[in-house]
């Protein structure tokens, strides 16, 4: 089974230019999450989506971060314009669902898009 | 929130030696994971444990949900086990699969 596919993997960018990240999860996963790990810290959650639905994007900054799963399927994280807090790695992860079972919850994460703000 | 706190923050191992990594949370849970952060930055899930123990290989994950606290052992550690663990937990009322990480264990074992 393929697993979560992220692109890019790295990117340098200007302060106030922005950025996107795309995601894939793994087939048949309703739900996916956007995790942002900043260095030396353990990785906070952005947004999920169930399906296309936003399930929760409490801690989403929205003046700045956008996110769409428009299908259902693959989903785009974007940043504009970008700060120097932004320099961090932006991982991706998907689970079989929520209540589904209680083992559906488990995570599967992509290997991460690296973000340097100069 | 949740506050899940994770101990020791480092540790330094003899290849060979076994260790004992805790999480500690301030609520009550109905979803537990332990990852294993890579030195390259992948996330592995290790143990998918709620509650009770399980057991991979070396590794073994006991999960008491009433007094608030999952274990992680390693035996026999080698030096692929280095890398960050991280505990991450979902409150009991949550229910929607938002795990809420620890701080982390940076573990190094030394050939």
New interface residues.
Partial sequence: EAGVAQSPRYKIIEKRQSVAFWCNPISGHA?L?WYQQILG?????LI?FQNNGV??DSQLPKDRFSAERLKGVDSTLKIQPAKLEDSA?Y?C?S?L???VY????????G??S?LTVL | GIQVEQSPPDLILQEGANSTLRCNFSDSVNNLQWFHQNPWGQLINLFYIPSGTKQNGRLSATTVATERYSLLYISSSQTTDSGVYFCAVERESSNTGKLIFGQGTTLQVKP
Avoid: I
């Fill in positions: 739900t999450y810290q353990g990785p906070k959650l999920q399930v929760d790695v991982l992860a689970s669902g929520m209540g209680s083992g559906a919850n488990v995570l599967t994460f290997a991460g690296r």
